[in-house]
């Protein structure tokens, strides 16, 4: 049964799944709580009175590690990382195991579970499929034919990912990589700890491989922790926390609804770049007058050299940073980004006759970053967002013109 535990970042639900492990049968039950940071890894270690394990990268690394750790019916805490490369051993011993004991999962934030797959070039790409060493099948599963001589090693990985069904090609180009649905079939209980569940990749996946899951809250009562029926937070709350920027620093680059995406990183002009990094250093130097250790910035990793500058470089925080509390402290925020789905996902998705929420998921995206601030603390902070459809997005979010907003956009 997969249980999808969706409450605002900081309503509890890690303490809630701290909680849930330490009211188990020590006997019966085993846990995998899988997390996206070490830090958080610790944390479960520390404050759960089960023993958990690390899978260590020793001897033939972690995933043989981690298979030792399954065949003893150890508790587990890792990485999303991990978890993401479990092959085939692997899940073939949680499959085996779970017959006899009960291994729960606990997912902390959704899953990355289709992605781009960018280690194979395009040359490559043509090169195996000219040499018939893959062929594409009618659902766009790259398909490995075995053949008696030897190929290059460096396409190994290439191997293994067709050969459990990991690896699609869209439109005869894009390849992404997909996790094999088939695990989340092998635990007894299964609990996704997130946020805006249906703005998620994970969501509309589950709904191409019609995997069943039911949608649940958390509060705080009497001291603990308790799931309840689902239920949407008061966003109104953090309108006079939430301080959004509204200057000439919106309006001296030109703005389109698709300026700041990732692709508008990789062809604008220099001037631009420019200007922009003179609205950061000005927002934080002038506008605010923030001292460095009460600032975060994000960009697209890509565009971080272009926009880097004096004072700001090293608070840099990676836009798809969550389930931290390491920048709690931060109360003045640059959010340079403008968030689209990958091409290729959306197309994938749009074969199953399912339409992704761009906005929602842009949307979503932004909070979990600007949740790592004080705002999580319920503490005012400050933020500049260059991007008028990111600014835009959480206007709508926090009401702050409630009678001009149409809830179908959400």
């Given at each position: 049964m997969i249980t999808v535990i969706d409450?605002?970042?900081?309503?509890?639900?890690?303490?809630?799944?701290?909680?849930?492990?330490?009211?188990?049968?020590?006997?019966?039950d085993r846990f995998l709580y899988i997390t996206p940071f070490l830090d958080e890894v610790k944390r479960i270690m520390d404050k759960t009175d089960v023993d958990f394990f690390q899978?260590?990268?020793?001897?033939?690394g972690k995933l043989n590690n981690i298979n030792m750790l399954f065949q003893k019916g150890s508790n587990i805490a890792s990485t999303h990382e991990l978890f993401k490369n479990f092959d085939e051993n692997t899940r073939s011993n949680i499959r085996e195991i779970s017959q006899t004991l009960n291994y729960t999962l606990i997912l902390d934030e959704v899953l990355n579970v289709i992605e781009p797959y960018t280690e194979l070039k395009q040359g490559d790409l043509r090169i195996l499929k000219q040499g018939g060493w893959i062929t594409i099948d009618e659902d766009g599963f790259v398909i490995w034919n075995e053949k008696e001589y030897k190929l290059d090693s460096k396409y190994n990985d290439i191997k293994q990912l067709a050969i459990t069904k990991s690896l699609l090609c869209i439109n005869d180009t894009i390849l992404l990589w997909r996790y094999p649905p088939e695990i989340f079939s092998y635990f007894k209980n299964i609990y996704i700890l997130t946020y805006m569940f249906d703005a998620s990749i994970l969501k509309y996946y589950f709904d191409v491989y019609h995997i069943d899951y039911t949608v649940k809250s958390?509060?705080?009562?009497?001291?603990?922790?308790?799931?309840?029926?689902?239920?949407?937070?008061?966003?109104?709350?953090?309108?006079d926390l939430i301080n959004i920027y509204e200057g000439k620093l919106n309006e001296n680059i030109p703005c389109k609804l698709t300026s700041f995406s990732s692709s508008w990183f990789d062809t604008a002009n220099k001037n631009y770049t420019d200007k922009l990094k003179n609205n950061i250093y000005n927002y934080f130097t002038n506008i605010i007058n923030s001292s460095s250790k009460d600032i975060m910035w994000t960009c697209f990793k890509k565009a971080k050299n272009k926009l880097k500058g004096k004072g700001y470089t090293k608070q840099f925080v990676p836009c798809n940073c969550r389930s931290t509390n390491d920048y709690n402290e931060k109360s003045t925020l640059v959010y340079c980004c403008n968030i689209f789905f990958h091409p290729g996902i959306t197309n994938f998705f749009s074969k199953h006759n399912l339409t992704l929420n761009a906005n929602k998921y842009a949307l979503s995206e932004m909070i979990q970053w600007i949740w790592r601030s004080k705002i999580r603390n319920d503490e005012k902070i400050n933020i500049y967002i260059p991007s008028v459809r990111m600014r835009m997005l959480l206007k709508e979010w926090l009401k702050l013109d409630d009678e001009k907003?149409?809830?179908?956009s959400f």
């Open positions: 409450s605002i970042m900081g309503s509890g639900k890690t303490s809630w799944a701290i909680q849930h492990v330490n009211e188990a049968d020590y006997c019966n899978p260590q990268n020793r001897g033939k958390i509060i705080l009562e009497n001291g603990f922790y308790k799931i309840v029926d689902y239920y949407k937070p008061d966003t109104t709350k953090y309108q907003i149409n809830e179908k």
